[in-house]
């Protein structure tokens, strides 16, 4: 079993800054993948960045790219999004989510352990 945390969301302007944080705990040391992922009211859950545990290979949706970016501590098991130049359309609850086996790094469905999110404001 493995446990995420996620922390770091609250209420920004547009064109500023947040770090989320994602704590992996528990059978940590199995996992092979962290993803981001959000939802917004009404839509449904998409992927926005995911890094591989082994390598630290990256990847980001492109409405993010260059302009948000996850990092790993392995030391630590956590897993951190560093979100700049945010816009109104980011405003949504971001989860963070693990597993053992994630092949498909931008399915939801990859994902065995999920965090409760939190929430992202961008205030235009």
């Known amino acids: 079993q493995v446990q995420v945390v996620e922390s770091g969301g609250g209420l920004v302007q547009a064109g500023g800054s947040l770090r989320l944080t994602c704590a992996a705990s528990g059978r940590a040391f199995s996992i092979n993948a962290i993803g981001w992922f959000r939802q917004a009211p009404g839509k449904e859950r998409e992927f926005v960045a995911g890094?591989?545990?082994?390598?630290?290979?990256?990847y980001y949706a492109d409405s993010v790219k260059g302009r948000f970016t996850i990092s790993r501590d392995n030391a630590k098991n956590t897993v951190y999004l560093q979100m700049n130049s945010l816009k109104s359309e980011d405003t949504a609850v971001y989860y963070c989510?693990?597993?053992?086996?994630?092949?498909?790094?931008?399915?939801?469905?990859?994902?065995?352990?999920w965090g409760q999110g939190t929430q992202v404001t961008v205030s235009s």
């Open positions: 890094i591989r545990w082994s390598g630290g290979t990256t």
């Open positions: 989510a693990t597993g053992l086996s994630v092949v498909f790094i931008t399915a939801p469905s990859s994902y065995n352990y």
